[in-house]
């Protein structure tokens, strides 16, 4: 038996995902990890290792393609599958591809619907998933500080914020009905500093985006994009500056903001976190493109 008085809170935290994860495993028959290649999907994949070590973990890594994501997390994705041997499960929406869906044409709204939710759907009914565990964390937007940690969903993967399951301390409700889900937050207690501190303490591999360097970025839609592939419209392109920059969260380059910082090492990072009074979805447009857009959005299926 473990003395909680022995841990330190990251130990604790980490306890409490690795038995969250466990839940998880025992009691769906067909679960599935969102790994979108960022900090918190990086601890979620290490977590997750540690939960079900030395064996394999058992079940698959889901990504949703957008088409649109920095050019090093697709190359990053790929790497750790083939170094970790984890099974990866990719899919991009293909009538969003053929209408040739472009945050720039189409703007944030249309982009995000049709090339992450209802990619997200179509993935999720393919592989016909009874748990989709993801990486959302409470202290990231006021929607996400709603969610319990077994977040349910029905047969459309719609969310109802006024009807949710009461979770009493570590006791969990995992029953749903053929075609029902439920989403499963197992690091929903840690905060952006926590996996900071873990990342830095588990030495666990991460993007370059997320460290300070001179990148190619250019003001759009009220904050600051790079310069990522030829796809940038060349009015754009052209006022682009190197600047010394990075970023405090990843996704589509054209809606993720870039923020300036000279923080190149993780100890610089967890200091400039520690000094920092702003959230990291600040830059997120995706969450600014109507009122209450991250709530609407989950409600409609979005993760």
Known sequence: MIDEKR????????????????????AFTNPVMMYSVGKDSSVMLHLAMKAFAPGKVPFPMLH????WKFGEMIEFRDRRAKELGFDLVVHSNPEGEKMDISPFTHGSKVHTDVM???????????GGYDAII???????????????????????HRWDPKNQRPELWNVYNTAIQKGESVRVFPISNWT????WQYIYLEQIPIP?????????????????????????PEELKAKAKNEMVRFRTLGCYPLTGAINSTASTLPEIIREMLLSKSSEREGRLIDKDQEGAMEKKKIEGYF
């Not at 952006?192 to 996996?195: G, M, S, V």
């Open 116 to 126: 992450k939710t209802e990619g997200l759907k179509q993935a999720l009914n393919m």
């Open 64 to 67: 949703v393609d957008t088409k």
């Open 134 to 156: 993801g990486g959302a964390r409470r202290d990231e937007e006021k929607s996400r500080a709603k969610e319990r940690i077994f977040s349910f969903r029905d047969k459309q």
């Open 192 to 195: 952006e500093l926590d996996i």
């Open 7 to 26: 841990l330190t809170h990251l130990k604790q935290l980490e306890a409490e995902s690795v038995y969250i994860l466990r839940e998880v495993a025992a």
């Open 208 to 232: 370059s985006l997320y460290f300070a360097k001179e990148r190619p970025v250019v003001e759009y839609e009220g904050t600051k994009i790079m310069v990522d592939d030829e796809r940038v």
